[in-house]
C-alpha cells in the first residue's frame, strides 16, 4: 500500500533543548529566590522575571501552535506565542519567490537559526512592516528586510529541512533555497 498523502510540512512550538536549559534555569532562580533570607527587593523584580518568563515559555511550549507549515496553500508564518492571531501570517504560493535559511547573532557568539521565505514585489504588507521596522531592520539583520519581515526564528520549535525540502518540491517545484546560514 502507498501513502498518496501530500507532504505537509509542519512545526509546532513545543520542547527543545534550548526552552528545557531556560526552563531549568527559571526553575533554579525562582526557588533560590523563595529562600527566607532572600532581600525583598530581589523578589519583587526576580520572581515575575524568572517565575512569569518560565510559566510563559512552558505555556508556550504546551500551546502546541504551528510556528512554521507549508501545504498545498502556501506558507503559514507562525506568529510570536504571545500575540498569535496577530502576527500569525499565510503567504500565498503566488507570492513566494524563494525559502531562505539564515542565521542572527544574538550575543556571546551565539547564533539563532531562522527560515523565511522571499517575496515577489508588490505582495501584500506583512503584520509589522513599516519604514521604521525596515530601517531597524536594516541595521541589525544579515539578510534584506524584507526577507527578515518573513522569516520566523527557529525557537520553541524544530526545524527539519529534509522535510520541509520535501514539501516545497512537492508544491513548489524549482523553487529555490538559499542557505546563508
Given at each position: 500500500?502507498?501513502?498518496?498523502?501530500?507532504p505537509?510540512?509542519?512545526?509546532?512550538?513545543?520542547?527543545?533543548?534550548?526552552?528545557?536549559g531556560?526552563?531549568?534555569?527559571?526553575?533554579?532562580?525562582?526557588?533560590?529566590?523563595?529562600?527566607?533570607?532572600?532581600?525583598?527587593?530581589?523578589?519583587?523584580?526576580?520572581?515575575p522575571?524568572?517565575?512569569?518568563?518560565?510559566?510563559?515559555?512552558?505555556?508556550?511550549?504546551?500551546?502546541?501552535?504551528?510556528?512554521?507549515?507549508?501545504d498545498?496553500?502556501?506558507?503559514?508564518?507562525?506568529?510570536?506565542?504571545?500575540?498569535?492571531?496577530?502576527?500569525?501570517?499565510?503567504?500565498?504560493?503566488?507570492?513566494?519567490?524563494?525559502?531562505?535559511?539564515?542565521?542572527?547573532?544574538v550575543?556571546?557568539?551565539?547564533?539563532?537559526?531562522?527560515?523565511?521565505?522571499?517575496?515577489?514585489?508588490?505582495?501584500?504588507?506583512?503584520?509589522?512592516?513599516?519604514?521604521?521596522?525596515?530601517?531597524?531592520?536594516?541595521?541589525?539583520v544579515?539578510?534584506?528586510?524584507?526577507?527578515?519581515?518573513?522569516?520566523?526564528?527557529?525557537?520553541?520549535?524544530?526545524?527539519?529541512?529534509?522535510?520541509?525540502?520535501?514539501?516545497?518540491?512537492?508544491?513548489?517545484?524549482?523553487?529555490?533555497?538559499?542557505?546563508?546560514?
Amino acid at each position: 500500500m502507498t501513502d498518496d498523502r501530500a507532504p505537509v510540512y509542519e512545526a509546532r512550538y513545543g520542547w527543545d533543548r534550548r526552552t528545557v536549559g531556560i526552563l531549568a534555569i527559571c526553575a533554579a532562580f525562582t526557588a533560590a529566590l523563595l529562600l527566607p533570607d532572600m532581600p525583598l527587593f530581589a523578589r519583587v523584580l526576580g520572581l515575575p522575571l524568572f517565575g512569569g518568563g518560565g510559566l510563559f515559555m512552558a505555556f508556550v511550549a504546551l500551546s502546541r501552535k504551528v510556528a512554521f507549515r507549508v501545504d498545498e496553500t502556501g506558507v503559514l508564518l507562525g506568529g510570536s506565542p504571545a500575540r498569535y492571531r496577530a502576527t500569525t501570517v499565510h503567504v500565498p504560493w503566488s507570492d513566494v519567490t524563494g525559502f531562505v535559511f539564515w542565521r542572527q547573532t544574538v550575543g556571546g557568539g551565539t547564533t539563532l537559526p531562522y527560515v523565511g521565505v522571499t517575496r515577489r514585489e508588490g505582495s501584500p504588507a506583512l503584520p509589522g512592516d513599516g519604514p521604521t521596522a525596515r530601517a531597524v531592520l536594516g541595521a541589525l539583520v544579515p539578510v534584506p528586510p524584507e526577507v527578515a519581515m518573513s522569516s520566523r526564528a527557529v525557537n520553541g520549535w524544530r526545524l527539519d529541512r529534509g522535510r520541509l525540502a520535501a514539501a516545497v518540491a512537492h508544491f513548489a517545484p524549482g523553487l529555490p533555497v538559499y542557505d546563508q546560514s
